[in-house]
């Protein structure tokens, strides 16, 4: 059974996602505050954290931060204001998997969350020997070896674990510091410059079309993805 965990103080709202996803079989804990949400957010494991942006106490903003800091796979949907398009870069800049826009059908909800389960699902079977897939690129970290469509691929290490990364988490963004600091060990942001120069050495080698990146895509004002659905 999928625990989901719904931080959210408007209390209708939460309502209506706790029948909602109680009903595709989940057990959902909720809480109002802030404060002890982020203490169960991080306290426990969760199959997925639904956040809501503005809340008593303690911001979903922070609450996001603190949980990708203790762990980078739990996956977060951020509830945010429909308007505000800063707030989607705001969330996905802190780390959150996914946003859905207030007010939302609830429909809407449930396929999205649907799908962050099928992809985590996925992901999942396709790592129990070692294998990472999406689309047409495939990955063996043991053998070191990666193909397109079939076809050998040269990667340097660096272009390697670059792309590593994007296929251990589909979907997620990526910010740059993000990539220099992992990849390459450097917080210093001056060093900016290389992640770009590398991710597009790497979409020169692996996209059919360079110039309208399929795999990795940019996320304008954050950084990079590689769509699950590529
Ligand atoms: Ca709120």
Redesign the pocket.
Known sequence: MKKILII???QEIADLLTIHLTDIGAEVTHVADGLRGLNLAIGQAWDLIVL????PHCSGLDICRQVRELSASTPIIMLTARSAESERVIGLNAGADDYISKPFGISELIARVNSLFRRIEAFADATADGRLKVGDIEMCPVNHTVTVSGEPVTLTAKEFDLLQYFLRAPNRVFKRTELLQDVWGYTHSGYLHTVNSHINRLRAKIEPDPANPRYISTVWGVGYRMPAAA
């Open positions: 959210e103080d408007e809501d942006l503005s809340l």
